[in-house]
């Protein structure tokens, strides 16, 4: 496996194989070159912005940040983020890494589809983000040159349809537990893939409450 792509080194530690393996056994081939694509932009991103970060704890979050879209992972009743993340801490645990260090892996996966939040937090929430923003929603897509964007696609390339692909695994990721998309990404998702949705109204929530007023 190449060891450095766009002039980002790929984490080779004991825990960083272990988790590339796992990931690897856990998902299928669209979910995990994403998710190393997720990595090689967030640390461009760090890269270009000057941004100090851990590269493995880094390289952690992006490629358990959709673990929780996996059977394997997935509980009935959180939202994938969340499942994700609980999975990600079970494994850094597993390697005495620092609470802080695992709570900064779980906050860049449990926020990673939250938008305007993670840009302004510590940089392994922050960098998770952006790698998933320039993925999937092609966020800051000309901050990357041509040469960055061919060499991280041709290590790990994106699928003939990526954009229908990732839409479909947030839809088979989250139809069985509807109420998890409530004010998040995933309610358009489900809008868009599930006839039989129907989106919760925080107005309506609020007005429909047992409050007497």
Same mark, same amino acid.
């Given at each position: 496996?190449?060891?450095?792509?766009?002039?980002?080194?790929?984490?080779?530690?004991?825990?960083?194989?272990?988790?590339?393996?796992?990931?690897?056994?856990?998902?299928?081939?669209?979910?995990?070159?994403?998710?190393?694509?997720?990595?090689?932009?967030?640390?461009?991103t760090g890269a270009r912005r000057e941004i100090e970060y851990d590269p493995e704890l880094l390289y952690i979050g992006a490629m358990f940040h959709d673990m929780g879209l996996t059977q394997a992972h997935a509980s009935k009743d959180l939202r994938f983020e969340v499942d994700g993340a609980n999975a990600a801490r079970e494994f850094?645990?597993?390697?005495?890494?620092?609470?802080?260090?695992?709570?900064?892996?779980?906050?860049?996966?449990?926020?990673?589809?939250?938008?305007?939040?993670?840009?302004?937090?510590?940089? @392994?929430?922050?960098?998770?983000?952006?790698?998933?923003?320039?993925?999937?929603?092609?966020?800051?897509?000309?901050?990357?040159?041509?040469?960055?964007?061919?060499?991280?696609?041709?290590?790990?390339?994106?699928?003939?349809?990526? !954009?229908?692909?990732?839409?479909?695994?947030?839809?088979?990721?989250?139809?069985? !537990?509807?109420?998890? @998309?409530?004010?998040?990404? !995933?309610?358009?998702?489900?809008?868009? !893939?599930?006839?039989?949705?129907?989106?919760?109204?925080?107005?309506?929530?609020?007005?429909?409450?047992?409050?007497?007023?």
């Open positions: 496996m190449t060891s450095n792509i766009a002039g980002i080194r790929i984490p080779d530690s004991a825990m960083a194989r272990a988790a590339t393996q796992l990931v690897r056994d856990t998902e299928d081939d669209l979910l995990y070159h994403h998710s190393r694509r997720v990595f090689l932009w967030g640390a461009l850094l645990s597993g390697y005495g890494v620092a609470e802080r260090d695992i709570e900064d892996v779980w906050a860049s996966i449990a926020l990673h589809t939250t938008p305007g939040i993670s840009e302004h937090m510590r940089p @392994t929430i922050a960098l998770v983000t952006a790698g998933v923003e320039m993925d999937v929603l092609g966020i800051a897509y000309d901050d990357f040159t041509s040469a960055q964007r061919d060499h991280v696609c041709a290590h790990h390339p994106r699928e003939p349809d990526f !954009k229908h692909g990732i839409i479909d695994h947030f839809a088979q990721g989250t139809i069985g !537990k509807p109420l998890t @998309t409530f004010g998040n990404v !995933k309610a358009d998702v489900l809008a868009l !893939k599930d006839p039989t949705y129907q989106r919760l109204n925080f107005c309506s929530i609020i007005l429909g409450s047992a409050w007497p007023d």
